[in-house]
């Protein structure tokens, strides 16, 4: 089974702290994918990256910034926190872009809140 | 961009039936449905590649009308295990969830 894990479920910070949000996949898998989700808006994303060192921006990457030195290895920092970031953030994984029948694999989500 | 789904929630009974709505302003090329029960990560269901294409596993099913840029999701005889918040995705460029459906079902 693929596993995708996070660093924590539960973060709190204080407004303007640099926050760094870990995700690992275990299968290989070349696209990694970090999401917000926020009640109403479902999930939106904000950075993907489709291989090793390459990163592309999604809907909503104000505020944040990513890296992947590692396949298996995908950070996304909050370089200042915001209130506004309160939210749940899950990373995904899925096997490649080649084709459009891979699924993706979430991990099980952090709940950060910024004060 | 973001595809749009209704109704944003519903509450059934066991035994009920529903179905949830996924459209997109823009063309789509393939839909992928998940289902997150609360507290837990998305899980996928099923992926619809071409349009007029139908699938499904157990009670559970969805269609894909490429022209009119939809596609929904069937659940019928619905059970309590399939609360939950039901999201549809497409990519186009990038990927694109829905805004999410929650399905509750009470005994």
């Known amino acids: 089974d693929v596993k995708v894990t996070q660093s924590s479920r539960y973060l709190v910070k204080r407004t303007g702290e640099k926050v760094f949000l870990e995700c690992v996949q275990d299968?290989?898998?070349?696209?990694m994918f970090w999401y917000r989700q926020d009640p109403g808006l479902g999930l939106r994303l904000i950075y993907f990256?489709?291989?090793?060192?390459?990163?592309e921006k999604g809907d909503i990457p104000e505020g944040y910034s990513v890296s992947r030195e590692k396949k298996e290895r995908f950070s996304l920092i909050l370089e200042s926190a915001s209130t506004n970031q309160t939210s749940m953030y899950l990373c995904?994984?899925?096997?490649?872009?080649?084709?459009?029948?891979?699924?993706?694999?979430f991990g099980p989500g952090t709940r950060l809140t910024v004060t | 961009q973001q595809p749009v789904q209704s109704p944003q929630a519903v509450i059934l009974r066991e035994g009920e039936d529903a179905v949830i709505n996924c459209s997109s302003s823009?063309?789509?090329?393939?839909v992928h449905w998940y289902r997150q029960k609360h507290g837990e990560a998305p899980v996928f269901l099923m992926i619809l590649l071409k349009g007029g294409e139908q699938k499904g596993h157990d009670k559970i099913s969805a269609s894909f009308n490429e022209k009119k840029q939809q596609s929904s999701l069937y659940l019928t005889a619905s059970q309590l295990s399939y609360s939950g918040t039901y999201f549809c995705?497409?990519?186009?460029?990038?990927?694109?969830f829905g805004t999410g459906t929650s399905l509750t079902v009470i005994p």
């Open positions: 823009k063309a789509l090329y393939s």
């Open positions: 990256s489709y291989d090793v060192k390459m990163k």
């Open positions: 995904a994984s899925r096997r490649s872009r080649i084709s459009k029948a891979y699924e993706q694999y």
């Open positions: 299968m290989d898998h070349e696209n």
């Open positions: 995705g497409t990519e186009s460029g990038q990927f694109y």
